[in-house]
């Protein structure tokens, strides 16, 4: 069985523990609350306790026989962004579940963090990678692109491309409503059969920041710089986009170090 726990930061002492059906849960915590988010529902727990305040369904559009689960949530002090990817592996432990669609969400759903109330989804034409998934300046970012096993099985097929592209869409976060997107070019490089830890540093992904209002977004090494206001790019690197990154308010480090 698989447990979420709380802990007091400053003596270790165990607060209290709650029973999860998995470890394919998603969760989020605020001052005022945990958000706990599995299969097509959210659970809002008390921090002190765990006791579970209320239970927020998702409404989407999906087959009965699609399997929806939640993959990642972001929140901010108004929206609750839960995204939701289908067809995930049954599986006890999410490492063997990365490179196989725990990574990749079919729909946004976003929510009234005060009141628990849908506002809007959204759908990927392909798929949003969670780790291009953020909210900023009143706005949710996401990069919608081919998997990385798809396309891969395609180059074993003898059918791929030189390139593919990635859409990146500025929704604003109460209506739902696309602000501006844009699509880029990047070139093929193999990222499965070596495990998902593998994929990750050159798959889409995206990071904010606030104080100059500029959206990272970047793949396969690349990374340009965007102006969240109006889509602008400020500047494009072909090499300094390897990602996980520690971003600060004037710099950031990339995984290689630089």
């Not at 706990?36 to 305040?53: F, H, M, Q």
């Not at 034409?125 to 300046?137: A, K, T």
């Amino acid at each position: 069985e698989k447990e979420l726990k709380a802990i007091d930061i400053y003596t270790g002492r165990l607060l209290w523990k709650r029973k999860t059906p998995s470890a394919i849960v998603r969760m989020v915590t605020f001052p005022d609350a945990v958000y706990v988010a599995s299969g097509l529902k959210c659970d809002v727990l008390a921090p002190a306790t765990g006791e579970v305040v209320k239970s927020l369904p998702l409404q989407i559009e999906t087959a009965a026989e699609a399997n929806p689960g939640v993959v990642a949530v972001r929140a901010t002090d108004d929206l609750l962004l839960i995204a939701i990817g289908f067809d995930l592996p049954e599986s006890h432990h999410s490492h063997s579940a990365m490179d196989h669609g725990l990574w990749d969400a079919k729909i946004l759903v976003g929510l009234d963090r005060k009141t628990g109330g849908q506002r809007w989804t959204r759908r990927a034409e392909h798929r949003f990678n969670l780790h291009s998934i953020l909210i900023g300046d009143g706005l949710v970012f996401a990069s919608d692109s081919i998997s990385p096993a798809i396309v891969d099985k395609a180059k074993r097929r003898g059918e791929s491309r030189d390139a593919y592209e990635s859409k990146t869409v500025a929704v604003d976060g109460r209506t739902g409503q696309v602000r501006w997107q844009k699509t880029y070019s990047y070139k093929y490089r193999a990222m499965t059969g070596r495990g998902p830890l593998a994929i990750r540093p050159y798959d889409d992904w995206q990071a904010y920041n606030e104080r100059h209002g500029i959206l990272l977004t970047g793949k396969s090494g690349e990374v340009r710089a965007i102006d969240v206001k109006t889509g602008e790019v400020k500047w494009h690197s072909t090499s300094a986009g390897v990602q996980p990154l520690i971003l600060s308010d004037y710099d950031f480090i990339n995984q290689s170090g630089h």
